[in-house]
């Protein structure tokens, strides 16, 4: 009965805030939340890279967020671009999304280590809820409400753009850009962020970011602190492992860490505390996944995007995680 009501609970405050699944996903990790929002993004050129990870929101709540998120980008060294495929999958009750895309990104030279990456991003956004359930506990007129909630399929397109100045990150993206369907309507998710790189010593960095979302005139704000320590894979840095924290203005703070367990694969966490009205009923949120990097087979022969940096020995195209 308490996850009845818990669930029924959950789906009355979608109905009555006219939300779908949730406002949109706002990932806390720079590796899932670039990944989702930004088609602009460009982690690698020297591997072909696989993100896969997941939110799993307000632990103990019945019928709280779940979201999972796959994708893979490839980069083409002479053109100069990239493909992207991703997946996402969101649950929230009965309520669910799902949100596959396929992304191209290009990447301009505009003087040592500074580049200007353009992308733009096209796929479907299904959303709905599972009528068969809502059936079953229907003890108070719930699946009348749910049928004010969208249900159906409609076309997905974003833009993104990313300025890179050697240690300083700067990024914008806007998602949904068309308007649905009647039965599926959108609404546009405005983001960016800016993050800055300070070589404190030889192999370790401070990382300061800002990130901004504004989706349905409703903004949030996130900062957050990592700090690095670094490791030369043959020549070419690589974070072995960093620690931080961050905060979401009125929303949440979270802690999070990341290490390389190979040259070639990642993983990262995070736990965010919820500061809203459900902080005394759920144990916060976990965020985790892993990065897959595969060498590409003209990897030996180096582009020059750049001159290597002074200290660290930075070759093309560096990006800290």
């Known amino acids: 009965m308490k996850r009845l009501i818990n669930i029924i609970a959950v789906l009355l405050v979608l109905v009555s805030t006219n939300a779908v699944a949730q406002e949109d996903v706002l990932f806390?990790?720079?590796?899932?939340?670039?990944?989702?929002?930004?088609?602009?993004?460009?982690?690698?050129?020297?591997?072909?890279?696989v993100n896969l990870g997941g939110r799993l929101q307000w632990r103990n709540v019945e019928g709280a967020p779940s979201t999972f998120f796959a994708g893979a980008k490839y980069f083409f060294m002479g053109a100069h671009s990239q493909i992207s495929l991703s997946f996402l999958s969101d649950d929230i009750g009965y309520c669910y999304t799902r949100n596959p895309k396929l992304g191209f990104a290009f990447l301009i030279p505009i003087a040592d280590d500074s580049y200007i990456n353009l992308g733009?991003?096209?796929?479907?956004?299904?959303?709905?809820?599972?009528?068969?359930?809502?059936?079953?506990?229907?003890?108070?007129?719930?699946?009348?409400?749910?049928?004010?909630?969208?249900?159906?399929?409609?076309?997905?397109?974003?833009?993104?753009?990313?300025?890179?100045?050697?240690?300083?990150?700067?990024?914008?993206?806007?998602n949904h850009m068309l308007k649905g369907t009647d039965e599926m309507p959108m609404h546009q998710l405005y983001?960016?962020?800016?993050?800055y790189y300070f070589q404190t010593e030889m192999w370790w960095r401070l990382a300061p970011s800002y990130s901004v979302y504004n989706y349905r005139d409703r903004w949030k704000h996130q900062i957050g602190l990592k700090y690095f320590y670094l490791f030369d894979y043959e020549w070419n840095p690589s974070d072995?492992?960093?620690?931080?924290?961050a905060y979401r203005y009125q929303y949440e703070g979270s802690i999070m860490a990341g290490v390389s367990l190979f040259d070639w694969l990642s993983v990262y966490y995070s736990y965010d505390y919820f500061f809203g009205k459900l902080r005394h009923r759920n144990y916060g949120s976990h965020e985790f996944g892993l990065e897959i990097k595969i060498p590409q087979k003209f990897q030996g022969c180096l582009a020059n995007y750049g001159k290597s940096h002074k200290y660290t020995r930075y070759t093309k195209y560096y990006r800290t995680r």
């Open 120 to 174: 733009v991003g096209a796929g479907l956004m299904n959303r709905g809820y599972d009528a068969d359930k809502v059936q079953e506990v229907n003890t108070m007129n719930l699946a009348d409400a749910m049928e004010r909630l969208p249900n159906g399929t409609a076309p997905d397109a974003e833009v993104g753009l990313e300025v890179l100045l050697q240690n300083f990150e700067l990024g914008f993206a806007a």
């Open 240 to 245: 072995l492992f960093y620690v931080g924290a």
């Open 191 to 195: 983001s960016g962020y800016l993050n």
């Open 28 to 49: 806390t990790n720079k590796q899932l939340r670039l990944n989702y929002n930004n088609p602009a993004y460009i982690p690698e050129i020297m591997y072909a890279t």
